[in-house]
């Protein structure tokens, strides 16, 4: 029988007291008397396309709309971003080094406003997420401006954002329970080999049979194997044959493995636990192409991946971090509905294609720069194709360091209107933040550049990407 094209919906859910807020310091009472009222203008709810049809049952299907512009900026010098505290130990110590800070030019009191403002978003943040029912446009509001690190809650907001948890509490462990177990099935169908999963179904069916009839001793059963179940079969039908066809995909697959961010420990094969997650993600990553034939794997899918699995499976709640290559698998789906067509070859000149978007990535360009536009477009012959094809199918992991690629996806994901449009708005900040550079090069210069992208200051790109306006974004990617 031949697989199915498209994976069975799931719902999935987190446990409530997986999620339950951290206990707040007293500090807490202290920023809160310093906090005023933040005004933001209310947003459609975000809406993630399932351009896979049914690739994962159970993910609604929804429209997307796109909006907003931008404007010339020029480039910055990089700069760190603040995180979080862990604790009130931590506060204290960053409060202490605040104190030794010369307060020259007010830099002392900046960096006292910083690190009141982390601790009161984690607050804030953690009160959200404690909710009975979540309000998902204040959640996106505060994961747009950047997520806290540790305590789970990038976790738990990421699987929010995505769809992947309902915005009800009292839902998340029954669906997430569900989900699991459905994954697991599915290991166990695609994942073995024709010869344990026939052993597997027929212990089921043996110890079904022993429990309806205990008593009764019948002859010794000899198990017939057709020719199709042979293990030299060639035909297209045979479960061995299938088995064999993917092979090839998985040796790919260990190859991009083995690229995956080999700086950082966790992805390491030098540990236990790093070939751990490497075998996690191969599993994820070969379930996914033998569901979806008409897809497949495709390099670099892999990169796509491996922030969500780092960010389940760091999670401090240790129901969530052995379930992570679950929940992982699940929110990769999700993730790829909103851009899979990028990834099938056969649609690179449709209006879903990649080609198409890369189109719509110079209209954004020229409605915000022309000037920029026509220099690279028309003077230089740079075109999106040549940097921004990476840029876009992979999500900016390959341009960015582990760090800012988790805080820019706090935006992308929490956009109202979809990662798609987040990410071309992402990527024209991108072109305009090194505008002087661009037009005092050549084609040779401006390709290196633009490969090569500098270091730059990530909520600098950011607020570039969210100013511009909306009608020049006014197309809308496919329905």
């Known amino acids: 029988m031949e697989p199915p094209l498209l994976l069975p919906r799931a719902k999935l859910i987190l446990r409530s007291s997986e999620t339950t807020p951290l206990t707040q310091s007293p500090l807490i009472h202290y920023t809160k008397m310093l906090k005023g009222k933040l005004k933001l203008p209310d947003k459609a709810r975000r809406v993630f396309p399932d351009r896979l049809g049914s690739l994962v049952a159970g993910f609604d299907d929804k429209d997307e709309e796109i909006g907003e512009s931008g404007k010339e900026l020029e480039i910055l010098v990089p700069n760190g971003s603040g995180s979080g505290r862990e604790s009130e130990d931590d506060y204290v110590e960053k409060m202490e080094e605040v104190r030794q800070i010369p307060e020259k030019d007010g830099a002392g009191i900046v960096s006292v406003k910083e690190v009141i403002a982390a ?23 505060i994961a747009d401006s950047g997520l806290p690190d540790g305590g789970g809650l990038r976790a738990t907001t990421w699987k929010l954002l995505l769809g992947f948890l309902p915005i009800s509490r009292d839902l998340w462990e029954k669906e997430l329970t569900e989900s699991r177990q459905k994954y697991s099935k599915l290991k166990e169908e695609f994942l073995s080999s024709p010869s344990e999963f026939r052993r597997e179904k027929e212990e089921t069916s043996n ?3 022993q429990n309806s009839d205990s008593d009764f001793d019948g002859p010794l059963r000899r198990h017939e194997i057709s020719q199709e179940d042979h293990p030299l079969s060639l035909g297209k039908a045979s479960l061995w044959h299938q088995y064999f066809q993917h092979t090839e995909m998985a040796e790919q697959i260990d190859r991009d493995l083995q690229r995956t961010h080999p700086d950082m420990k966790f992805f390491s094969e030098d540990t236990s636990f790093g070939r751990k997650n490497k075998e996690a993600m191969r599993n994820i990553l070969l379930l996914f192409s033998k ?64 080609l198409s978007t890369l189109s719509r990535l110079a209209e954004l360009l020229k409605a915000n720069d022309e000037e920029l536009w026509r220099h690279l477009e028309v003077t230089n012959k740079v075109k999106p194709q040549f940097y921004a094809f990476r840029w876009i199918t992979l999500l900016l992991t390959q341009e960015f360091n582990f760090q800012s690629i988790l805080r820019i996806w706090d935006s992308l994901l929490s956009n109202p209107f979809g990662v798609q449009d987040m990410l071309l708005r992402f990527c024209c900040a991108m072109l305009l933040c090194v505008k002087s550079r661009l037009l005092s090069g050549d084609f040779a210069a401006n390709l290196k550049l633009l490969q090569h992208y500098p270091d730059i200051n990530i909520e600098h790109l950011l607020q570039v990407a969210r100013d511009l306006s909306p009608d020049t974004s006014s197309y809308r990617l496919s329905p």
């Not at 009161?120 to 959640?139: H, P, T």
């Open 207 to 209: 110890s079904k049979e």
């Open 119 to 141: 601790d009161e978003k984690r607050s804030d943040l953690e009160y959200q997420l404690s909710q009975k029912e979540i309000n998902l446009e204040k959640l996106q509001r």
């Open 291 to 354: 569901l979806n034939p008409a897809i497949r794997y495709v390099q670099g899918m892999n990169e796509v991946l491996a922030p969500i699995y780092y960010i389940f499976s760091t999670d401090p709640a240790e129901q969530n971090a052995a379930n992570a290559e679950a929940d992982s698998f699940s929110c990769f789906v999700r993730l790829l509905s909103d851009s899979v067509d990028h990834f099938c070859q056969q649609l690179d000149n449709s209006s879903v294609g990649i």
